[in-house]
């Protein structure tokens, strides 16, 4: 498994960034783990020097950082480390890359402007179904704002401007709201215009404006959440599914208006935006400048930016051509219903599950390539044969795009937790079914993530019910599925989550699987959690499912950490 993870270190002008993967060729990755550290290198720009403090912080971080990777034993060739606007434009860079060195291990490549305008285009690639189009991607960093006209990943032309929303916030603009506002439009105008991206952009043209940063997806929430109406849409759970990322000049405008209404807004500002409040100002006016010099009409917004161009960067570079920034399209619509719905840390919990589920998976696919010799598998169940009761053979044809489902049904099943945890699983199953966003899956592979969705956990699929009307052919395939869902969730919501800890088998008494604690770096138990009585009889419920599904005994040893009592600490079931 360690040589398909990778990690991507970003060291933001405003804030430190990591993201960890799992990548399945030829062009999909699964987020694992995303990570933001508050580290504002910008507050010493004026300065352009990186003070002392904010080197100790950044050490900190990358120290914590260090840790993570090494926990997901993440191959040292496997991780970048990049700096973007605030190192590159420090005097004492230097000595700062040397610290970390010294301190951290890592290697941290400074981007120029034009590196970082590319690594963030390619980013958006991985994020919405465009290489077809020549886009225009913008990013709006702490520092600096990078664009890049790019076509079927390459980039035909990249530009770097010192315009930041860290940056801008800090110059000295004018003591009134109003007069800080005009004066920094005229700043930001002289400045694009004096740069020539005008007339580029103008020569070149563009089909598509992308946004790729932070500050455009804190806007983009707020013209959805009806910032600039005096409301939030908090229960427009299905408009919100419906509706896709992307905001209009007209929209941009009017949030942006209701930043600059003077200092009565602070207090909504610092609720609505946290953080980002202190600069979310200059940033908003900054891409209203954008839109209207550049003449863009409407912008999509990507969840994905620099770090994800790194990763995509690296794929390329570690399979040599094996991995294509145009696959799995399809895909990225569930990793964008996912990204919508659900905050970081529930993302990473859905993929933990479906790491899980694809290890069941792949222990099931050894054992029927040997006990069948199907030579014709893939990375899961392709057939599954086994005599019922009756002597009849039982028959699911699986194929790669299955397993995908069963992934795709793994990070969404708890994209209804945003409305509250009671029901959540159904919650999940009207905004997969009412949605439209699953692009390029069949209406039967929809409904089948759906359904896995709906009963991932509760009560047991009943084949009578309506819904499952709809999937004649796929009822069989849709059991085993689920039986491997609903096993993966218990496991997860347990503690169980180091899917590279399973050790699997098979005997004639049937299945096994075994779940070793895992540890991390200082040899400290990563999982800490006992068996209780209420996983004991979820477990058993899901096992005796599993059987009913597979017709064979599937038994869980669970190893226990060693500060568990013996008494609770061990099971076998």
């Known amino acids: 498994m360690a ?6 270190i970003d060291m933001g002008t405003n804030a430190f960034k990591l993201l960890i993967v799992q990548a399945h060729l030829p062009g999909k990755f699964i987020p694992l ?4 550290e508050h580290v504002v290198l910008g507050r010493d720009s004026p300065s352009s020097t990186i003070s002392t403090h904010s080197q100790n912080l950044s050490i900190k971080s990358l120290q914590n950082f260090n840790k993570l990777i090494q926990t997901h034993n993440v191959p040292l060739l496997h991780t970048r480390c990049v700096a973007t606007s605030a190192v590159r434009e420090a005097q004492n860079k230097a000595e700062f890359i040397h610290s970390i060195a010294e301190t951290t291990g890592f290697k941290v490549d400074v981007l120029s402007g034009e590196e970082e305008a590319r690594f963030s285009y390619l980013g958006a690639l991985q994020f919405f179904p465009v290489f077809e189009n020549l886009v225009l991607n913008i990013d709006i960093g702490g520092g600096s704002t990078e664009f890049a006209i790019g076509l079927r990943g390459k980039v035909e032309f990249c530009l770097s401007l010192k315009l930041g929303h860290v940056t801008l916030t800090q110059q000295n603009f004018g003591d009134e709201e109003a007069e800080r506002a005009s004066n920094m439009r005229y700043y930001i105008r002289n400045v694009i215009k004096e740069s020539g991206l005008i007339d580029k952009v103008k020569n070149i043209g563009f089909e598509i404006a992308l946004g790729s940063s932070g500050t455009i997806r804190a806007i983009e929430k707020a013209v959805f959440k009806g910032y600039a109406l005096d409301f939030a849409d908090n229960e427009g759970l299905l408009s919100e599914c419906k509706r896709d990322w ?25 609720g609505f935006f946290k953080r980002r409040s202190e600069s979310i100002i200059a940033g908003g006016i900054l891409l209203d400048e954008i839109f209207d010099l550049l003449g863009i009409k409407e912008m999509l917004v990507s969840g994905y930016g620099l770090r994800e161009g790194l990763i995509a960067d690296s794929l390329a570079k570690v399979f040599d051509g094996g991995y294509d920034l145009n696959a799995n399209a399809r895909f990225r619509s569930i990793l964008r219903l996912a990204t919508r719905f659900n905050s970081k840390r529930i ?23 040997l006990k069948f010799g199907f030579k014709e598998i893939f990375e899961g169940l392709r ?12 028959t699911v044809d699986l194929d790669e795009k299955d397993l995908e489902n069963l992934e795709a049904a793994c990070l969404l099943h708890n994209i209804g937790l945003s409305t509250g945890k009671k029901g959540y699983h159904k919650k999940s199953y009207h905004i997969i079914m009412n949605g439209n966003h699953l692009r390029g899956y069949s209406a039967e592979e929809v409904k089948l993530i759906a359904l896995l969705t709906r009963h991932h956990r509760k009560k047991l699929p009943k084949f009578g019910d309506a819904s499952f009307n709809e999937l004649e052919e796929a009822k069989q395939k849709f059991e085993v599925l689920c039986a491997i869902i609903r ?4 496991l997860h919501q347990n503690g169980y989550i180091n899917y590279r800890e399973m050790d699997f088998s098979h005997s004639h008494e049937g299945f096994k699987l075994v779940i070793g604690e895992e ?11 006992c068996v209780t009585d209420k996983f004991a009889v979820e477990l058993t419920h899901e096992l005796d499912y599993f059987k009913k599904v597979l017709k064979q005994e599937l038994s869980v040893e669970l190893k226990a950490p060693p500060f568990c009592s013996k008494e609770s600490s061990k099971g076998s079931y």
């Open 3 to 8: 040589n398909t993870l990778f990690a991507a």
């Open 33 to 36: 783990l995303t990570v933001r």
């Open 246 to 270: 992307k905001f209009s000049i007209e929209e941009l405008k009017s949030v942006v208006e209701r930043f600059c209404k003077g200092e009565g807004q602070k207090v909504r500002r610092d």
């Open 347 to 369: 993302t990473t919990s859905a993929a933990e599950i479906a790491g899980i589920a694809r290890e069941c998976c792949n222990f099931l696919e050894q054992y029927l390539l």
């Open 383 to 394: 057939k599954y044969k086994e005599l019922d009761n009756d002597g009849i053979y039982l």
């Open 487 to 490: 096993l993966s969730v218990v």
């Open 519 to 529: 540890r991390g770096p200082n040899h400290q138990p990563v999982v800490e959690q």
